[in-house]
């Protein structure tokens, strides 16, 4: 059955905005800036023909005469050379990345000494891990202690600290954290309420969790996150609750996609009820559009339903109910709400579907979000009554992301003694007496115990860059102590731990007790009350990005590019509405001459709180009447990437609903949703579970073309001299749409593997990104041509229909590199031979031959590839990492920084691919299945994307190559590209 | 120049001198040679100079042998007995104890007869210098003096001919007016014209092609190195393998200059070299931190990296890995660097451009026996190129993604 969905990127392109139209014929959006190269207008120059040529010439020999004299290189080697290091082969380091956010367990990839890249260690990371080692390099960070905002000597303020601590009688010592995995920092804690008075320890998260932890205190005895067992579900149901995206500690999509696999004939059924189109509702095999206010409603229904055997009263929920009543015990209920009585509603459920101990265990909690706030208001309120000796923090940013961040900031000059640990002289630390800058996660020993038996531990991976020292170290020294280093592998050894191999390994297992926990008591019938609000107000959803998150690594310049899976925008945040709420306010999206797009400004209004000119960005899948809106944006002291991008919504963190009042001003968004369209061809297969047991090749149709030989398919028919491809190696990536998230960390990875340049907001708004893998998303409605014709639909009413699901529409996420095509279109325009074919199925870019006609991304039919503007390397227009002898530190020695002027694209890493064949030749051994890894494959935590050998008949790329759902992307092309993809596959039933 | 030559005359003198002298007690010399190099060296040197221990030379001088048996059986004993000469050097080496060595009377004589006088060794190092001097002057010095001398003749030629012409009563002519009626006797030819032309234009065009074609190619480039560093010495005439050094070229894609470490293994007893003394190897102390009269290492010593300058210099754009070549590919160093082992100085030996890897590419065959990665693919090419040879080009060698990524 041929697939005859409707897929578009966008709405504009949905509406034939013949802007669109016009630049799915262009590769290149703008017009060359040749204006902008010439100073003033060619005409009215007073420059000749003559004079141009006595340049041309005179730069020519100037040129050649500069480039005779070779410069004199220097080769300075070690005067000890460290035993471990070999120059030019790389070392890796089992270690810990934990920024009180995001928590992983990662080995990191060090070259000559230094951190380059971060690999997953066994577990799931996501895209801010794998970016966290340019973070390391950030030249905004402190660099020395701070006395009164005064570079100090850590002996003075060691010394000032620990007098003016002992002296403090009545009052309190308050530690402000973020939530502490570390035991070891938990044991200094308790040194140090030892030595000091009145030594109190608070904990806080910038996104609060206190609404479910305070929940599980009240129903179990223990204000714990449960864990929770995808894998192990039939049935999902997320109320909110963006699982596979950043709720909690976003690693939970490796086991939810490890219950999802078509192959198995078994998929869980994912519901998904949420207000904004999140990463887990684009993933959802069903998706209910709803308010944030009808979260509780819905949920109490649902509880009734179950516990009385009853119907539930609003119908969307039915379908959910019969598949809960079949599937008990093996299903999970999630809420993203921080309302305690919402979040006990949640676990009644989950009690009486008797789902604890089978999908999800509060015995064996997880311990990744431990903050109070309640205790943090009280903390504002005792420093207002002068009750605090003194203030530390670690971790946090209270003055940034509170939502009473001023209430706070008055109430610290009434606390004598101010201590921040912040890497950065950030909104909170500049407000501070002292800061004693912590090292990066990098630079740090450390350890962590994120959930039940699970231990791992943080070890340094290069010398501190700056005069900073790690907090564990700086609680030692006032502890009149030192060396946390072997304080630490003490405190483990004493526990009975393989210290060296733990290190080694950089986790390592103990079992733990399990937590004592109280049966749940039947719920209160008063929880499920509520009151029904008409209240015709906007309400409010407020959101992480995949990128940003809290912004804690808001300075971070490959995070602040990364496109938004969803929106696909970039450097921003911004208010999402849908296109009928839209319309009503009478706000608007539109695209510029180049394809950019601008938007309307709102001030967002709550209660006392104004928010000033904040951008409107339609999205489909938003519920009517709401708004969503990113945190971790508006940062003022943070860094250049990061200051002043943006607006700030923590203020807003209570806030249920707000107020838009239209203002005049457009906003210029820098969105990639447009970019690279691949001219309105349907590049998405897909099928139902149902379909696919029924035949597994469903969905994955192949058009034959008629021929004088009768009826052939396309890849039958070509004129291409068949090159030899079965000797030796044929490498292939396929790429499982059912399994890829969207999660984006690829395309952080092959940023931070490939040297790939940030650009900034300007270029990407002229379609200038230099992504080398981008994630299409694609929307889709269910009205197809089949089903028009069988319900006898006309033709205006189908498309219409088509348009009309856009309020909830289906999504699909496809990660595009360069296809690497063995008949290239791109190979036989390049007047230069800078980009060949190689006998192993890879299409190849040479920079050094490539003169920039740019033929070969005119010709390329997946548009992946990419142009130098400019020199995006030491130009202080393009001010980011590679402009910066810090940042500069994570390139990777084995790939080329490219010049102005050359074309570049994915080359699947071949430089892995090449240091994989050597290693195997010194070893006198064949090319293992297992090791053959490009960087996207190997950070995607999904596995969706996978890369070998295919002619190895052994490999599982060989497997997945022969596999019924695999299919070429623009198959009728007959480019016969090396990576190919499987149809995407939704349990419909 | 002269005086090494008498000196080396002096030398070679001494030596016969030395042979004949000692012809009788020849064999003994040699055995005691063996017994010193086996026993001895680790703390002492046949020269003046300190190691663990004093220097040897002419210690049968200044000592009895009766008295030197009993500190070589045991020097404990000796000093325990009160013996003033042997606490004195007791004290002096920092109370070190020497080990006790049982050799039979007749292995002292042997050894005693060794000390007394050893064998001098001719150093060909100073002999070489002197050639490569002498070969020094460059070809185009040469054709500038043979230029000269022409010229010159020229001028006495003609003079004479004037002469010989004004002794004859003929017309003398200058040599510019000779000059003058040869180019018109010249361009009233035109073929010869031509041909002039083209001579002209193949030259410069010549000229042109090679030296843009010389553009970065810095073949036998030869910089002055902070340390005057002999690979000569080192892998010529004492034989160190090159990966000792290099150690990482069978790992990495660098072939890696030695950190000062490694010189120090050898470096902490060999203090004094045969050509600059001690003046180079001090650069080593001096970088690394290193007392080499208590041959300890200098606490908190501000340690200064040694920068030396690279000569192999491939473009950033080229990818090259020295362990594919020096393991997989199995070649010998020299095919690319050269006579190292020859050269005082270190200089580029190949022209290190693309053509040049190129032809190697297209020429070198791949071993494939004995190693399993192969064992497929050299079935399989052994089917596609049916007996001809496999060439590393034949297996993607040339590929621009084998060395450009």
Not at chain 1, 349 to 375: C, E, F, H, V, W
Not at chain 1, 386 to 409: C, M, Q, R, W
Request: proline content about 4%.
């Amino acid at each position: 059955m041929k697939n005859n969905k409707k897929y578009w990127k966008g709405l504009a392109q949905l509406e034939n905005n013949p802007d669109i139209e016009k630049l799915a014929h262009n590769e290149f959006a703008e017009k060359l800036p040749l204006d902008d190269f010439l100073s003033d207008d060619l005409s009215s120059t007073n420059t000749s023909r003559r004079d141009f040529l006595k340049f041309l010439g005179f730069t020519t020999a100037a040129a050649t005469l500069a480039s005779c004299e070779a410069p004199i290189v220097k080769s300075i080697p070690y005067l000890i050379k460290p035993d471990e290091i070999i120059p030019g082969v790389a070392n890796y380091y089992a270690t810990t990345i934990y920024d009180g956010r995001d928590y992983a367990s990662v080995l990191v990839k060090n070259r000559e000494g230094r951190p380059i890249k971060i690999e997953n260690n066994k577990t799931c990371t996501n895209a801010r891990v794998q970016a966290s080692v340019l973070s390391l390099y950030d030249s905004a960070r402190l660099k020395t202690p701070l006395k009164n905002g005064v570079e100090a000597e850590w002996l003075e303020v060691d010394s000032d600290i620990k007098d003016r601590l002992s002296k403090i009688k009545d009052k309190k010592i308050i530690l402000l954290t973020a939530t502490i995995l570390s035991p070891s920092i938990i044991s200094l804690l308790e040194n140090l309420s030892k030595k000091y008075k009145n030594v109190e320890h608070i904990m806080h998260d910038a996104v609060p969790y206190d609404g479910i932890l305070n929940a599980n205190e009240e129903s179990f005895g223990l204000r714990a996150i449960p864990s929770y067992y995808f894998s192990k579900a039939n049935v999902i149901v997320s109320f909110g609750a963006d699982f596979i995206g950043n709720w909690l500690n976003n690693d939970y999509s490796t086991d939810y996609i490890s219950g999802r696999n078509p192959k198995k004939g078994m998929m869980s059924k994912h519901y998904q009820i949420e207000t904004n189109l999140s990463l887990s509702g684009s993933n959802a095999d069903k998706r209910i559009v709803i308010k944030p206010s009808e979260q509780k409603v819905l949920l109490s229904d649902l509880y009734s339903s179950l516990s009385s055997g009853s119907d539930p009263k609003d119908n969307r929920l039915s379908e959910i109910v019969k598949k809960l009543k079949a599937n008990k015990g093996s299903s999970i209920i999630v809420c993203d709400s921080n309302d305690k009585k919402t979040q006990l509603i949640v676990n009644a459920i989950n009690y009486i579907l008797g789902n604890y101990d089978q999908t999800m265990s509060i015995a064996m909690p997880s311990y990744i979000r431990q903050g109070n706030t309640a205790k943090v208001n009280n903390l504002i309120e005792e420093m207002g009554n002068n009750e605090i000796g003194a203030l530390i923090t670690y971790k946090v940013n209270p003055a940034y992301n509170l939502h009473n961040a001023k209430d706070f900031s008055n109430a610290l000059s009434k606390v004598p003694l101010t201590i921040s640990t912040s890497l950065y002289n950030d909104e909170t630390a500049s407000l501070m007496e002292y800061v004693c800058p912590d090292n990066h996660n990098l630079e740090s020993w450390g350890d962590a115990h994120p959930s039940y038996n699970t231990y791992s531990l943080m070890q340094p991976t290069i010398a501190p860059l700056f005069n900073t020292r790690q907090f564990e170290e700086t609680l030692l020294k006032w502890l009149d102590d030192s060396d946390y280093n072997s304080f630490l592998s003490d405190f483990w050894r004493k526990r009975g731990v393989n210290w060296e191999k733990a290190v080694h390994d950089g986790f390592f297992n103990i079992k733990d007790r399990k937590s004592q926990v109280t049966s749940i008591a039947k719920l209160n019938e008063n929880v499920l009350s509520f009151e029904i609000n008409n209240i015709n107000k906007i309400e409010l959803a407020l959101y992480e990005k995949i990128g940003i998150g809290d912004g804690t690594q808001a300075n971070n310049p490959w995070l602040q590019e990364l496109p938004d899976p969803i929106s696909r925008a970039c450097w921003d945040n911004y208010i999402t509405i849908s296109a009928v709420t839209a319309k009503n306010l009478n706000l608007k999206n539109w695209n510029v001459a180049n394809g950019a797009l601008n938007g309307s400004l709102v001030n967002v209004i709550s209660d006392d709180i104004v928010i000033k000119k904040v951008p409107v960005m339609i999205q489909p899948g938003q519920a009517n009447n709401t708004v969503g809106l990113s945190l971790g944006y508006g940062r003022m002291k943070s860094g250049k990437a990061a200051n002043g991008i943006g607006l700030n919504a923590f203020p807003l963190l209570n806030s249920k609903f707000i107020a838009l009042e239209n203002i005049e001003g457009e906003h210029e968004f820098a969105s990639t949703q447009l970019h690279h369209t691949m001219m309105g061809r349907d590049m998405v297969k897909e099928t139902s579970l149902a379909e696919y047991i029924n035949n597994p090749s469903s969905g994955n149709h192949t058009d034959t073309y008629p021929t004088w030989k009768g009826d052939l398919k396309a890849d039958e028919l070509t004129f291409y001299d068949q090159q030899d491809l079965k000797t030796g190696h044929f490498w292939n990536l396929s790429i499982d749409l059912t399994s890829c998230t969207g999660c984006a960390e690829c395309v952080i990875a092959c940023q931070a593997e490939n040297n790939i340049p940030v650009v900034g907001k300007q270029e990407i708004r002229n379609s200038r990104d230099m992504h080398w893998m981008r994630i299409d998303r694609y929307y889709s409605s269910d009205m197809t041509q089949e089903l028009a014709s069988k319900n006898d639909v006309s033709t205006i009413d189908m498309y219409k229909e088509m348009e009309e699901p856009s309020e909830n529409p289906e999504v699909v996420f496809q990660p595009v590199m360069c296809q690497h095509c063995n008949n290239a279109p791109c190979e036989n325009v390049c007047p230069v031979a800078a980009t060949t074919h190689s006998n192993e199925g890879l299409n190849q870019m040479t920079y050094n031959r490539c003169v920039g006609t740019r033929y070969c991304a005119n010709n390329c039919p997946y548009k992946v590839r990419r142009f130098n503007w400019f020199q995006y390397s030491d130009n202080d227009k393009f001010d980011f990492n590679m402009n910066d002898d810090y940042g500069k530190m994570v390139l990777n020695p084995d790939v080329v920084v490219r010049s102005r002027g050359v074309i570049e694209k994915c080359s699947m890493c071949i430089q892995k691919i090449q240091e994989l064949k050597l290693n195997a030749k010194k070893e006198g051994r064949p090319v293992l299945d297992e090791e053959a890894q490009t960087v996207c494959a190997s950070s995607c935590s999904t596995n969706a994307i996978v890369f070998g050998d295919s002619n190895n008949k052994e490999s599982e790329v060989y497997k997945l190559k022969n596999d019924e759902r695999a299919y070429d992307l623009l198959d009728h092309l007959n480019v016969d590209p090396s990576v190919f993809y499987q149809t995407k596959v939704r349990n419909k039933s | 120049m002269i005086t090494n030559h008498s000196f080396n005359y002096h030398k070679l003198l001494v030596l016969i001198l030395t042979i004949f002298s000692y012809q009788l007690s020849a064999a003994d010399v040699a055995k005691g040679e063996q017994i010193f190099k086996q026993n001895c060296t680790a703390c002492h040197m046949i020269t003046d100079a300190r190691l663990v221990g004093p220097g040897l030379k002419g210690v049968t001088d200044k000592y009895e042998k009766e008295w030197l048996v009993k500190w070589i059986r045991n020097s404990q004993e000796l000093i325990a007995s009160g013996d003033e000469r042997a606490i004195k050097i007791y004290e002096e080496y920092n109370k070190t104890a020497m080990s006790s060595f049982y050799f039979s009377d007749d292995e002292f004589s042997d050894l005693f007869a060794y000390l007394a006088a050893p064998p001098v060794e001719v150093e060909p190092v100073l002999a070489t210098n002197v050639t490569a001097e002498e070969s020094g002057i460059s070809n185009s010095t040469i054709i500038m003096i043979i230029a000269l001398i022409l010229l010159v003749l020229v001028f006495v030629l003609s003079s004479v001919k004037n002469s010989l012409k004004e002794s004859l009563g003929q017309n003398t002519e200058s040599i510019s007016e000779a000059i003058i009626v040869q180019k018109n006797i010249f361009l009233s030819n035109n073929a010869f014209k031509l041909f002039m032309v083209l001579f002209i234009a193949i030259v410069v065009f010549k000229f042109t092609y090679d030296s843009l074609m010389g553009v970065g190619v810095t073949t036998n480039y030869q910089p002055t190195q902070p340390i005057e560093f002999s690979h000569k010495i080192h892998a010529g005439i004492n034989g160190v393998d090159c990966n000792y050094c290099h150690t990482s070229a069978r790992k990495s894609k660098h072939s890696g200059i030695p950190s000062a470490n490694v010189c120090m293994n050898c470096h902490t007893y060999i203090n004094e070299g045969a050509v600059n003394g001690k003046v180079e190897i001090q650069k080593i102390y001096d970088a690394i931190g290193f007392d080499s009269d208590s041959r300890t290492y200098i606490p908190g010593y501000e340690k200064k990296p040694i920068e030396w300058i690279r000569i192999h210099n491939l473009p950033d754009h080229a990818y090259f890995n020295h362990s594919q070549h020096v393991v997989v590919g199995e070649l010998e160093c020299q095919e690319c660097h050269g006579p190292v082992e020859e050269m005082d100085v270190l200089y580029q030996y190949s022209e290190l451009t693309m053509g040049w890897c190129i032809d190697c590419h297209r020429e070198t065959e791949v071993k494939m026996e004995g190693n399993g990665y192969y064992t497929h693919l050299h079935e399989q090419l052994k089917e596609k190129y049916k007996g001809e040879a496999i060439t590393v080009a034949k297996m993607g060698g040339l590929e621009c993604s084998k060395c450009h990524y």
